[in-house]
């Protein structure tokens, strides 16, 4: 069970539709796997549910609702990408369609055997999206955040100077955020993040890796 | 919608789902489509592709009627969600990368949310917020619903402080979960009582 969770504002914003794709898809990861904020969600449509109870009324044209009729019978089109559900089982469902292959397969880059990563094609104005994989007991170098990085762990765990995140956990980092994470021993983690500006190293080891990181 | 209770669009629901009953789906749609458009608009749309989307709209409601459960909600809120799903994938017509509604809710489930009588419950809880928000409270979560706005957006917007967005929402949000925990206080209690 997921001991770290997306915040309120996230999760009406996800209800109402209107998180950018990445940061969409992030959260519908993790509710997947979390009941409570599936709760909260869902009381979060009924207030949209109730909003559209109470908008004004828009005069519809009188030949809409034939148009629909003529339409009725036709026959459902072919399902949509979404629902075809291809890839690896290992990746969390909303996320699976945009990961070539399989996790053991992909190709991962980056400059250290410890830290790699892989970009993946979300269209998204505002956000990247990346996988990470920290080798077992490996970490990264301190570092904080220019903007938002959102973290969802896929596989395995890591932990960090105070908390220790697992599978499911949903993490906000920001600018204030200064953090070191180290993945834990046993398994390499893997974890799905989102963020809207590069990683600025703060550590001394930090700033001499900084240049050389996408 | 103005004339029709939560029950006689839920019957309409179910007699489309059960019987494919075409007459409750025109009477379902002269309750519901005005408002329907109305949302459309609100998100942006020219009255043009708002009626492009209602159809859209109304023919999904046609064909995943079968889908809409009234124990795990009413169905305004089922509506809600095809309309936002709606929204959400006519812009991205055939566009390999990009998100689909149905990458971010899954049609499947939903019966664990299910309750015999929480759902009226639920309702009640959605309205009575609405109803008990101050307006300027109000004016910041319809435009997080509607305009799909960042918290600093907003605050560009209606020309106030961030930290004054922020602290309005927050308000909003806890007046939501602190009725919806009085919620389950009653539910608790009229479980017992049936025992």
Redesign the interface.
């Known amino acids: 069970m997921a001991n770290y969770h997306p915040n309120?504002?996230l999760l009406?914003?996800?209800a109402?539709?209107?998180l950018p794709?990445?940061l969409?898809?992030m959260?519908?990861c993790h509710l997947?796997q979390c009941?409570s904020c599936?709760?909260q969600t869902?009381?979060?449509?009924?207030?949209?549910?109730?909003?559209?109870?109470?908008?004004?009324?828009?005069?519809?044209?009188t030949n809409?609702?034939s148009?629909?009729?003529d339409?009725?019978d036709?026959p459902?089109s072919a399902p949509?990408?979404?629902?075809l559900n291809q890839g690896d089982l290992a990746i969390p469902?909303?996320l699976r369609?945009?990961i070539p292959g399989s996790l053991d397969t992909l190709e991962w880059s980056g400059m250290t055997k410890s830290i790699r990563e892989f970009d993946i094609?979300?269209?998204d104005p505002q956000f990247k999206a990346k996988l990470y994989k920290i080798g077992a007991g490996k970490e990264l170098p301190e570092h904080t955040h220019e903007g938002n990085e959102f973290t969802y762990v896929i596989d395995g765990s890591f932990a960090d100077k105070t908390c220790q995140y697992h599978e499911g956990d949903f993490i906000l980092a920001d600018t204030q955020t200064i953090h070191q994470p180290r993945a834990t021993m046993d398994k390499d983690c893997i974890c799905f993040a989102v963020m809207d500006a590069p990683l600025k190293m703060t550590g001394i080891f930090g700033r001499m890796l900084n240049p050389f990181m996408r | 919608m103005s004339n029709a209770t939560p029950k006689i669009l839920e019957n309409l629901l179910l007699a489309i789902a059960q019987k494919q009953d075409r007459e409750a789906f025109v009477k379902l749609f002269e309750a519901t489509s005005s408002r329907l458009k109305a949302f459309a608009m609100q998100c942006g749309a020219t009255s043009n592709d708002a009626e492009e989307l209602l159809q859209e709209c109304m023919l999904t409601v046609w064909r995943k009627a079968h889908t809409f459960n009234p124990k795990t909600g009413t169905a305004i809120t089922w509506l809600y969600t095809i309309i936002r799903n709606k929204r959400i994938d006519f812009a991205r017509k055939g566009r390999y990368d990009t998100v689909l509604s149905d990458d971010l809710w899954n049609d499947e489930g939903g019966t664990e949310l299910e309750n015999d009588v929480s759902s009226d419950l639920d309702a009640k809880v959605a309205r009575t917020l609405l109803e008990s928000l101050p307006d300027e409270q109000r004016q910041v979560v319809y435009k997080v619903y509607f305009e799909g706005k960042s918290h600093s957006e907003i605050a560009a917007d209606l020309d106030l402080p961030l930290g004054t967005i922020k602290s309005r929402l927050r308000l909003a949000m806890k007046k939501l979960d602190t009725l919806a925990k009085e919620q389950m206080t009653w539910l608790i209690i009229i479980l017992t009582m049936n025992f």
């Open positions: 309120n504002e009406m914003s996800f109402a539709g209107q794709n990445s969409g898809i959260v519908a997947e009941h599936r709760q869902h009381l979060y449509e009924q207030l949209g549910g109730e909003l559209l109870g109470d908008l004004p009324e828009e005069t519809v044209g809409v609702l148009r629909i009729l339409r009725i036709e459902v949509s990408l979404a629902t469902r909303p369609r945009f094609e979300i269209e």
